[in-house]
């Protein structure tokens, strides 16, 4: 089955900075991958997703790389603010199943 | 995206005793799911509910552990029995919409004393 790997764990950042969290997949079937955020004590929100056949999408301050050949993909927050301090999870699916499997998270601190 | 509700939002419960988690969508969703997430972790998928049959549950949850009810295309429930501290966790139903978008319900917080 499908593995992904999510790095870092935390990440600290200044207001202001860059950060960026990647993930490496497993199975080469897979061609959706989206970013969820999950601020504290609420649901994950999907905020950004990209299929296979895209290589990068933006979306304000956000954006997303996918490398199909090496199997990563990640995601770039530009210009943090406090507001993007949350856990952010990557997933990928493909191959015909609807079920994502989903990075362990990256806890993304922005001091301001 | 679709509205999905889920009650109780929060709740602490005693061991041994059993909760129902209900989960409502504003429109009908073929693929609906139950997912746990245990305090400082991942997503983990507990279940498919299928509508009009049994779900089709991970490995490492089974059927009497957390039944699973879809009656219709909107609406599902997840009981958790015979709660023990470690299922203190929130539950989470999600939908599949527009293709692969995976959208999630509210969250039920709960905690087993």
């Known amino acids: 089955g499908e593995n992904v790997e999510q790095h870092p764990s935390t990440l600290s950042v200044q207001e202001g900075d860059s950060a960026v969290i990647k993930c490496t997949y497993s199975d080469s079937a897979s061609n959706y991958f989206p970013w969820y955020k999950q601020e504290l004590g609420k649901r994950p929100q999907l905020i950004i997703d990209?299929?296979?056949?895209?290589g990068e999408k933006k979306d304000q301050r956000i954006a997303v790389t996918l490398n199909k050949t090496a199997k990563h993909f990640s995601l770039h927050i530009t210009e943090t603010q406090p507001e993007d301090s949350a856990v952010y999870f990557c997933a990928a699916l493909g191959g015909g199943s609807y079920i994502p499997t989903f990075g362990r998270g990256t806890s993304l601190i922005v001091h301001p | 995206s679709a509205v999905i509700s889920q009650k109780p939002s929060r709740d602490i419960c005693q061991r041994g005793t059993s909760l129902t988690i209900q989960c409502q969508v504003d429109s009908q969703v073929t693929m609906m799911f139950w997912y746990r997430q245990q305090p400082g972790q991942s997503l983990t998928l507990i279940a498919t509910a299928n509508q009009g049959s049994e779900a089709t549950y991970e490995s490492g949850f089974v059927i009497d552990k957390f039944p699973i009810s879809r009656p219709n295309l909107t609406f599902s429930t997840l009981t958790v029995s015979n709660m023990s501290p470690e299922d203190s966790s929130i539950y989470l139903c999600s939908v599949v919409e527009t293709g692969e978008k995976l959208f999630f319900g509210s969250g039920t917080q709960l905690s087993v004393l």
């Open positions: 990209i299929r296979s056949n895209v």
